[in-house]
């Protein structure tokens, strides 16, 4: 280790000194004429002194390019989050946005109703912007295949995300924005339709084929529950029935296996 220098060892230890006694009597520990301002060491004075300084330097550095002022960005990272937390939960225990700090949110929520506009407005231009680059929505990466996240955001959201609670999520906002005619996917106004004309176009076509409308005539077919035998094929319900009847079996002896979708069978 190298030996410290004397003259600045001993120099420290006065100002160490000197700012110990200042705190003691309860004065600037810059000046040391006038009491500090209150959750401060410094006096008002002072303490607009450094600010200036600092913004100063700061200025300085950033015509120079040099980040967070030339100070360690990891420091500066860490008191900023720091302090982050302090302005958040002095505003939650007054009951006031954390975002802006003059609006008290409503529903239990931490912030007000226009933060949280404002926020989906950035957030939609930057998801927008995102994905017409190509890139990934949450960590800018490249993305293959269209997607909206990276194979690493994927694996992430898809162990952080709740199955129930996403079902529940999209379920109550699925019944909100029916109950305003707005579309279920995006918010737009639709004025009747559960989707817009942009949402439904999509819907569709990202739809499997079970989903959609078979393109065949029905078939019903007729098989012994017992034998696991096939006893025809038929196109109406009546040919089934009569099937089963010439075969002299009871309904609970068969089973019928249609190809027609779920929502073709029920009554107009």
């Known amino acids: 280790m190298p030996l410290k220098d004397p003259v600045k060892e001993a120099r420290d230890r006065r100002l160490r000194q000197r700012h110990a006694a200042r705190l003691e009597q309860r004065l600037c520990t810059r000046c040391g004429r006038v009491p500090p301002e209150p959750s401060l060491k410094v006096c008002g004075g002072c303490a607009e002194k450094r600010r200036a300084a600092e913004r100063a330097r700061r200025a300085r550095a950033r015509q120079q390019g040099v980040p967070y002022g030339g100070r360690d960005p990891e420091c500066c990272r860490r008191a900023d989050r720091a ?104 918010g737009v106004r639709t004025g009747g339709p559960a989707r817009c004309e942009r949402c439904a176009y999509r819907s569709n076509a990202r739809a499997p084929e079970r989903h959609l409308a078979a393109l065949w005539p029905p078939q019903i077919t007729v098989i012994e529950v017992q034998t696991s035998r096939e006893l025809g ?36």
């Open 83 to 186: 302090g982050d937390r302090r302005r958040r939960r002095a505003r939650q225990e007054a009951g006031l946005c954390t975002s802006c700090g003059r609006r008290r949110p409503e529903d239990n929520r931490s912030v007000c109703e226009p933060c949280r506009e404002a926020r989906r407005a950035l957030d939609r231009r930057r998801y927008d912007a995102r994905r017409a680059a190509g890139h990934c929505a949450r960590c800018t990466q490249p993305t293959v295949g269209g997607l909206s996240r990276c194979g690493r955001c994927l694996a992430l959201e898809k162990e952080r995300v709740c199955p129930e609670q996403k079902s529940a999520a999209g379920k109550r906002r699925y019944v909100a924005r029916r109950a305003q005619g707005a579309c279920v996917d995006c």
């Open 233 to 268: 094929v038929f196109e109406t319900e009546a040919e089934a029935a009569a099937c089963v009847a010439f075969a002299k079996l009871r309904p609970d002896q068969v089973e019928f296996l249609s190809n027609a979708p779920l929502m073709a069978l029920l009554p107009p």
